[in-house]
């Protein structure tokens, strides 16, 4: 009988929102597959759960993804976590996951906290239509960006979110800025952890206040048209 694999949500910066469930399940599996085993190995510690890591990230090859499926096939449970938030979810571990289905392997969701639906919770617009393009790409901006707004279905959307690096936020919220200026931000930086900013208003506002923080971490970027 085949084993079970577990897709395990760990927090995005405060190691209170794990779920009991997932603990009790990373404490249980026969392995755990994780995107960076020394960032991982910060939360097992924490939770002093010993069970053995391997690492699997956007990097690896076909092979490390077949010989987790073949530990699967012989009946070892196998836990999925990526560095924070739900595997697959603009995280590494959609291929395993799809390999696994593709050979009649279980897949069991452990659900808990993600950016995306942070970020909605606060921004008064979360029982809006809301399209979600994850990470923009680095490159051909302008292109994907107009392919967005000359799109016959964003009329559909009340929100878009987005996640966007300290390197670039600047830059693309300048952008966004001579598309229309009338458009309204939620920008969040560094959620759930000690140092999460919230910033709220239209493309100039928001750009004025960053000036005044820190851009260091991860943004998430909710704009409402």
């Known amino acids: 009988m085949s084993g079970i ?7 995005i910066g405060n190691l209170g929102d794990i779920t009991i469930r ?9 392995l755990i597959a994780c995107e960076d085993t020394r960032r991982t190995i910060k939360l097992l510690n924490h939770f002093e759960i010993k069970q053995k890591m391997v690492s699997l990230h956007m990097h690896s090859k076909l092979k490390k993804i077949d010989f987790l499926v073949e530990k699967l096939f012989i009946g070892e449970n ?14 590494p571990g959609g291929q395993l ?16 906290v993600s950016a995306l639906a942070t970020i909605l919770s606060i921004s008064g617009n ?10 923009l790409p680095k490159k051909g901006r302008e292109n994907f960006w107009q392919r967005i707004f000359e799109s016959a279905e ?20 300048k952008f966004l800025l001579d598309i229309n200026p009338n458009f309204k931000l939620v920008v969040a930086r560094e ?5 999460e900013t919230v910033i709220r208003g239209d493309v100039a506002s928001v750009l ?17 048209p």
């Open 191 to 195: 959620l759930t952890k000690k140092f």
């Open 126 to 135: 979360c029982n809006e239509p809301c399209l979600f393009l994850g990470y």
């Open 154 to 173: 964003i009329g559909k959307f009340k929100t878009i979110c987005f996640y966007e690096s300290c390197h670039r936020i600047e830059k693309t919220l």
């Open 22 to 30: 997932a603990i009790e399940t990373l404490k249980q599996v026969d």
């Open 97 to 112: 996951v799809q390999k696994a289905i593709e050979n009649g392997i279980e897949a069991v969701a452990i659900p808990g």
């Open 78 to 91: 196998i836990a999925l976590v990526t560095d924070a938030g739900t595997p697959g979810i603009c995280d």
């Open 5 to 11: 694999l577990y897709i395990i949500a760990t927090p």
């Open 208 to 224: 004025e206040q960053l000036k005044n923080s820190s851009t260091k971490g991860e943004f998430t970027v909710l704009l409402i």
